[in-house]
Nanobody
Framework: VQLQASGGGSVQAGGSLRLSCAAS????????MGWFRQPPGKEREFVGGIRWSAYYADSVKGRFTISRDNAENMVYLQMNSLKPEDTAVYYC?????????????????WGPGTLVTVSS
């Protein structure tokens, strides 16, 4: 089972980035797919998740959008109106549970992160 996030990079405040997460090794179409991030020197935090619909952390609500393409085993994180405080390593994760949880311990599979840097 593999998850691979990509699409990170450097952007100025106010800009946009789209992260992709490719899943392989099993069928993820019924799983909760989550996005987390870990800012420098801080703990990993929940960004949002999707099963049949998406749920977001308050800090990104209205700016970030999560979508999925089950046919391609892909999950996306569209990030708009980026702020310097969005700077972090972003991770995608998969959970076989039926509810979107915001704590990392509820996710079974993780991919390596991708770095997003937002400059002011």
């Amino acid at each position: 089972v593999q998850l691979q996030a990509s699409g990170g990079g450097s952007v100025q405040a106010g800009g946009s980035l789209r992260l992709s997460c490719a899943a392989s090794g099993r069928t993820f179409s019924s799983d909760v797919m989550g996005w987390f991030r870990q800012p420098p020197g801080k703990e990993r935090e929940f960004v949002g998740g999707i099963r049949w619909s998406a749920y977001y952390a308050d800090s990104v609500k209205g700016r970030f959008t999560i979508s999925r393409d089950n046919a391609e085993n892909m999950v996306y994180l569209q990030m708009n109106s980026l702020k310097p405080e969005d700077t972090a390593v972003y991770y995608c994760a998969a959970s076989s549970r039926s509810t979107i949880f915001s704590t990392p311990k509820n996710y079974d599979y993780w991919g390596p992160g991708t770095l997003v840097t937002v400059s002011s």
